[in-house]
């Protein structure tokens, strides 16, 4: 009995090894496989019987088997790409998948849209995410990432902010006339605003100084598209005036009017603040707008009005974030990526396709945004390629294949040995 247990014990060895073969044939072959982690193969002794039962000691093996499969989450190497639809994880987590058969995940950050704007992988599953609301405010609520604003609308300007000084050394003996606004105004700066129909209209703002520390100033349109205008001529929308202190900081901003009556198809009375900062009698430090001992000059002017646009092109930011960027120069954000983190990455199942699903082993996954919760950091034009060292395979290969003659010498001589055994009786 002795014998044929040598014999069974160095089959064991022929099989261990051989599967130990097949998962490092499998990893080299998926040398090139975008975000695939290697298996290593994990072996336990078998013991046949115990010659001093329960006091220990003295145990005969029956060879080994194969106890797990287990993949090794190591971080792949991050390579740079062409398509701004490519990610790669750095770090922990997963990308989330919809398809046919539920739920899935996978390190394959290879995707692209299909003619329905959906973002799929190769295999047309779907990748979740967090989508955002009007205003391209990621929400919690998940969904298909997808492109669903080919068109943004436009926007009315309802604030217009000027940064600037105003001379103080001007002549207060200088008189504005509207007919004549460039030569009877004391300084003037323009800004590009959006009426209600996304039309974009130039304004002038005018400034006149009317006494020490206290100037007026009027934004003007031009004639042919305010109602009641006229071409070449300029015609007063908004009012008002700026008081300064004897440091030249803004003490003071009174608006006396501000209704913009565009024509061609906007609607009326359009109100347009001009904010010129937080001036000191409402706690701000005035310095926005001031009155200094140098030349007025205008140093910035910001609006939040736009025309309508069309989309130009599709972003993915380091948060994950995918934003549309739209002809008329605005970015708004369409979805985040959400990513997947499991209590044990190992214990999940592999589905072949790139792709893992929940097992009892692996837990729940825990779906959270990229750099948060410990989960990774995504990155635009990018993919993460396989863990597969070709090398260290290769001296696995050797090694298993050592392993196996000798396991086959092990049946070799316990089969001369059986020989033996039947040539007794022959003598």
């Not at 290593?40 to 093996?61: M, T, Y």
Request: charged share 20%; aromatic share 8%; net charge negative.
């Amino acid at each position: 009995m002795g014998i044929l247990s040598s014999m069974y014990t160095g089959i064991t060895g022929l099989q261990g090894q051989g599967e130990a073969l097949a998962i490092y044939g499998d990893n080299i072959a998926n040398a090139n496989t975008v975000g695939f982690k290697t298996s290593r193969p994990e072996f336990q002794d078998v013991i046949a019987k115990s010659l001093k039962g329960l006091l220990g000691g003295n145990q005969i093996g029956r060879g080994t088997r194969l106890a797990a499969v287990n993949p090794v989450f190591s971080q792949g190497s991050i390579v740079q790409t062409e398509s701004s639809t490519d990610l790669a994880i750095t770090g922990d987590g997963f990308f989330v998948l919809e398809g046919v058969d539920g739920q899935s995940f996978s390190r394959n950050g290879a995707f692209h849209f299909d003619k329905d704007g959906k973002l799929i992988n190769a295999d047309g599953f779907k990748v979740q995410g967090f989508m955002a609301d009007e205003d391209g405010k990621i929400t919690s609520k998940m969904g298909d990432i997808s492109v669903n604003r080919t068109v943004v609308d436009a926007k009315k300007t309802t604030d217009v902010d000027l940064f600037m000084n105003l001379d103080l050394r001007a002549e207060v003996s200088l008189k504005f006339d509207p007919k004549r606004p460039d030569q009877t105004s004391h300084f003037a700066t323009g800004a590009t605003v959006y009426d209600t129909a996304g039309t974009a209209h130039v304004v002038t703002v005018y400034f006149n100084k009317t006494d020490d520390g206290e100037w007026t100033w009027r934004a003007m349109a031009k004639g042919d598209e305010v109602v009641g205008g006229k071409k070449g001529e300029m015609l007063e929308q908004a009012r008002g005036k700026l008081l300064f202190d004897n440091d030249g900081r803004l003490k003071e901003q009174i608006t006396e009017n501000s209704s913009f009556q565009f024509n061609k198809g906007a609607l009326p009375d359009q109100e347009i603040r001009f904010n010129f900062g937080e001036d000191k009698n409402n706690g701000g430090p005035g310095l926005q707008v001031t009155q200094y001992g140098t030349a007025s000059e205008a140093y910035k002017t910001l609006q939040d009005g736009f025309t309508a646009g069309t989309l130009a092109g599709l972003t993915f930011n380091d948060d994950g974030n995918l934003s549309a960027i739209y002809t008329n120069g605005q970015t708004i954000n369409l979805a985040q990526i959400s990513l997947a983190k499991f209590e044990n990455p190992e214990g999940l199942f592999k589905n072949g396709q790139n792709r893992y699903r929940e097992s009892r082993l692996s837990g729940q996954p825990t779906i959270g945004a990229p750099s948060t919760g410990g989960r990774g950091r995504v990155s635009s034009k990018t993919i993460e390629s396989s863990t597969t060292d070709i090398a260290t395979e290769f001296i696995n290969m050797m090694t298993a294949q050592r392993a196996f003659q000798a396991n086959s010498k092990v049946v070799s001589t316990a089969d001369e040995m059986m020989q033996e055994v039947i040539n007794l009786k022959r003598g």
